[in-house]
């Protein structure tokens, strides 16, 4: 079974910085693609950040990009999400997510296991 533990949200002003990170057990971690999803209240989930298995390939939503990073250390079977200038906007509930895949992908429902998600508030 994949269990996935998020951590690093918190309250912060707008144009400050968060790193989230996410740490995976019961699977050989550096073979798969992670993802971070973000949900608002009253939001479908949507898709924030991508990496494929050795980090080659990275995608962004055009909404964080330029802003936010993905990176993973295979080593410590973790994904992290640096989150700089950060706005109100930003502001929901992040989750890590694993596939069965080594390619990274955009869309929720090709992410097999979740965590159970981290809160971040951006206030203004």
């Known amino acids: 079974q994949v269990q996935l533990v998020e951590s690093g949200g918190g309250l912060v002003q707008a144009g400050g910085s968060l790193r989230l990170s996410c740490v995976a057990s019961g699977r050989t971690f550096s073979s798969y693609a992670m993802g971070w999803f973000r949900q608002a209240p009253g939001k479908e989930r949507e898709f924030v950040a991508a990496?494929?298995?050795?980090?080659?390939?990275?995608n962004y939503a055009d909404s964080v990009k330029g802003r936010f990073t993905i990176s993973r250390d295979n080593a410590k079977n973790t994904v992290y999400l640096q989150m700089n200038s950060l706005k109100p906007e930003d502001t929901a509930v992040y989750y890590c997510?694993?596939?069965?895949?080594?390619?990274?992908?955009?869309?929720?429902?090709?992410?097999?296991?979740w965590g159970q998600g981290t809160q971040v508030t951006v206030s203004s």
């Open positions: 997510a694993t596939r069965y895949f080594s390619n990274s992908a955009t869309i929720a429902h090709e992410y097999n296991f």
């Open positions: 990496i494929s298995w050795i980090g080659a390939v990275t």
